[in-house]
């Protein structure tokens, strides 16, 4: 999505740090709920909190959970969890943790030998699970990537160029070390694949669902499930889950403005319960904006489209889920300071990061300066234009048949489409694939060619590659991202006493291309380049 400037992502986040300390004191509580899962789900939308727990500490809780009247945020989790031994206590003023009241007898013992204290600690988990919920994510940044959500969890590191989190190229998080593409991504039980820029088997998170109809991120530290649809969970797993329709009729609309041209629309219709308990929802999003150290012309944003539907049978569960997007984001490098000017001048304290759609100034600046006289000091730093524009395809259907109390079998079939493009247009020196253009139009290039770049004579660069360019030194290269993949996932749950089992298949067809292509007609005058 597009950026926003720094100034009005703070003051969102202000604005929401007040209102949720001001009323995470007292609430009043209606919570009726068969599973845990429910009834914490119920929790944290009618108290505006968000909760930590270790699910395989609270997995063998057993309903009914029943809370109601007006009571204080830790007492009415307090009832949630009264028939295990846990404690609850706030870590921060948005965040309750669950925790077992005491370990396991010989959890943890001391032992004396040789007059030295030997302290000897085992355990038997390996693996942690903490939940965010969507009310939770969206009082901290209202539209936010899911991912920037789990910051507020211990060893989670997310970085982002763009204050919503939307930016693919410059975005990375940490989980305990483990990096963007060492952790697994699934959504609604599908696949995300590796999570990288230029994606080659999935999608981010935010391009396959919009920020409000996420109902909760649940991160899975240390090694991921072996029941993750995943091949890149080595440090673990981040499952995101989209909200169901509402029971009742209705509609809901937000609109954000901010400062930089930002402004972004959310519209959502439930049809609330129809038929024979069927229910449906259709969302709507559309961001605009761009960045701070870029002109106008250099927007970030798109359009993004959410539909689903959900039939609950008295033993039968079918879900079907639609989500399309269309989104143009501007790439913008690291920036540098210019050591000469910014003491005097603070409006010169960052170097520019593009020039589009102002070519004139693109050539009296850094890149065709690099193109036609001495090699700069940074061959990379600046650039004309430079944009990631996507467009994907996501749907699945899955039917879930609980034959009894024990026995369930879930069946997810799904299918996604992305065609994508990275474009960049700057300096021909900077393009190291023209090392083969560049012979290409002119087979005497090779003796201006070292290294992979141009070199420069007496006489500048070659000739006829200058000239093939229309005299402005430019090229324009794109990295064409096509991917066709569809699959399907099967597993049957068997539960007995404290013990859960299960078996399941996955199978995935992934067809995928890409290729690189140059363009080496930029004329004096603005390249026509748009969003998708």
Known sequence: MRFVSPISAV??????????????????????????????????????????????????????????????DVEAL?????????TVHQSSPRTLVIEKAQLPKGHAKHV?????????????????????????????????????????????????VDPWGNNEQNSSIYVHGFSTTQLGYTLDGIPLGAGAYGNYNGLSPQRAAISEDISKVALSSGTGALGTASSSNLGGTIDFTTADPKKKAGATVKQIFGSYNT???????????????????????????????????????????????????????????????NKSEPNTQGLSINSNDWLTDPT???????????????????????????????????YYFSSAQRTDFLTYLKISHRFNSHL????????????????????????????????????????????????????????????????TGFATRTTEYTDYRGGLTSTFHYRVGHHNIETGIWYERNKRSRKALVCIVCYQHAYPLSNP
């Open 348 to 382: 010169k304290q960052y170097t520019r990061g593009a020039f589009y759609p102002d070519l004139a100034a693109a050539m009296a600046n850094y890149p065709s300066m690099s193109s036609k006289s001495k090699a700069p000091a940074a061959p990379n730093n600046q």
């Open 408 to 471: 369930t079998w879930d069946n997810n079939l799904y299918f996604h489409y992305d065609d994508g493009a990275g474009v960049v247009a700057t300096s021909i020196r900077t393009n190291a694939i023209l090392t083969i253009l560049g012979t290409y139009l002119d087979p005497s290039a090779s003796k201006y060619i070292k290294n992979g770049q141009f070199t420069y004579s007496q006489k500048g660069i070659d000739p006829t590659v200058w000239n093939k360019t229309g005299g």
């Open 263 to 325: 402004f972004r629309t959310f519209a959502r219709v439930d049809t609330g319960n129809f038929g024979n308990n069927n229910s449906a929802y259709f969302a709507f999003s559309r961001q605009d904006a761009r960045a701070w150290n870029l002109n106008g012309a250099n927007r970030q944003g798109g359009y993004q489209v959410n539909a689903k539907f959900l039939h609950k049978g008295e033993k039968t569960k079918i879900t079907a889920y639609f989500d399309w997007q």
């Open 11 to 72: 003051c969102v986040l202000s604005v929401s740090a007040y209102f949720t300390q001001a009323h995470a004191q007292t609430h009043t509580f209606n919570i009726s709920a068969h599973t845990f899962s429910d009834a914490l789900a119920a929790f944290q939308k009618q108290s505006g909190l968000s909760v930590l727990a270790n699910t395989e500490d609270t997995r063998h809780l057993s309903g009914p959970y029943v809370v109601s009247g007006k009571m204080s």
């Open 78 to 86: 307090k009832q949630l969890v009264k028939k295990g031994s846990f």
């Open 112 to 160: 004396y030998a040789g007059g030295e204290e030997e302290i000897v600690a085992t355990g038997r988990q390996t693996r942690s699970v903490m939940t965010v919920g969507g009310e939770q994510m969206q009082a901290t940044m209202p539209g936010q990537n899911p991912l920037q959500a789990l910051s507020i969890l211990p060893g989670v590191t997310f970085t982002n």
